[in-house]
T-cell receptor, first 112, second 114 residues
Framework: GQQLNQSPQSMFIQEGEDVSMNCTSS?????WLWYKQEPGEGPVLLIA?????ELTSNGRLTAQFGITRKDSFLNISASIPSDVGIYFC????????????FGAGTILRVKS | NAGVTQTPKFQVLKTGQSMTLQCAQD?????MYWYRQDPGMGLRLIYY???????DKGEVPNGYNVSRLNKREFSLRLESAAPSQTSVYFC?????????????FGPGTRLTVL
């Protein structure tokens, strides 16, 4: 089935720094989703991308749908302590009945 | 409006014991899902229910059974728990089955099998 590879696996950054993470696949996706999971909670949808090349923002978060349809990027500007959590990319599988496939996640820690 | 609720929050079982994880949503969603989350592996789909009265296997269904009791409730049963089933289990729901529909997740059940 389709798989999503996220990098980096984890990041430990200083408050105020910008953060970049990405998600890649060997096959195309028609939708890219970015979720955030805070400690002890379930994932929450941050941004959804539906068109190749699309750039979408949600506050300090910006995500892009790669032009090849095989990757997506999430940037967080001016990080704050409440950005801590696990960030997952996800997309509906084209070979498995549209069921969501998740990446392994990027763990973000912020030093204040 | 509570969204997606799950019970229990924590559970410890011995190998071979059985238990049922409960999930309910109050958003009038048609589709419901059960995932497990293991370190470094993201979320993997166990079973899903596209609509009331239907259930289908996901990526990792072995060792589990599900029941879509009504439109609101979707339960996950472990008949004979094994240590490999130690995980965090999430229930989710969406308006429809399409992958582009936003899935709303519950807070999770942390299960340890000794």
């Amino acid at each position: 089935g389709q798989q999503l590879n996220q990098s980096p696996q984890s990041m430990f950054i200083q408050e105020g720094e910008d953060v970049s993470m990405n998600c890649t696949s060997s096959s195309i996706f028609n939708t890219w989703l970015w979720y955030k999971q805070e400690p002890g909670e379930g994932p929450v949808l941050l941004i959804a991308l539906y068109k190749a090349g699309e750039l979408t923002s949600n506050g300090r978060l910006t995500a892009q749908f790669g032009i090849t349809r095989k990757d997506s990027f999430l940037n967080i500007s001016a990080s704050i302590p409440s950005d801590v959590g696990i960030y997952f990319c996800a997309g509906p599988s084209l070979v498995n009945g549209n069921k969501l496939v998740f990446g392994a996640g990027t763990i973000l820690r912020v030093k204040s | 409006n509570a969204g997606v609720t799950q019970t229990p929050k924590f559970q410890v079982l011995k190998t071979g014991q059985s238990m049922t994880l409960q999930c309910a949503q109050d958003m009038n969603h048609n589709s419901m899902y059960w995932y497990r989350q293991d370190p470094g592996m993201g979320l993997r789909l166990i079973y899903y229910s596209a609509s009331e009265g239907t259930t289908d296997k996901g990526e990792v269904p072995n060792g589990y059974n599900v029941s879509r009791l009504n439109k609101r409730e979707f339960s996950l049963r472990l008949e004979s728990a094994a240590p490999s089933q130690t995980s965090v289990y999430f229930c989710a729901s969406s308006l429809d089955r399409g992958g582009t529909d936003t899935q709303y997740f519950g807070p999770g059940t942390r299960l340890t099998v000794l």
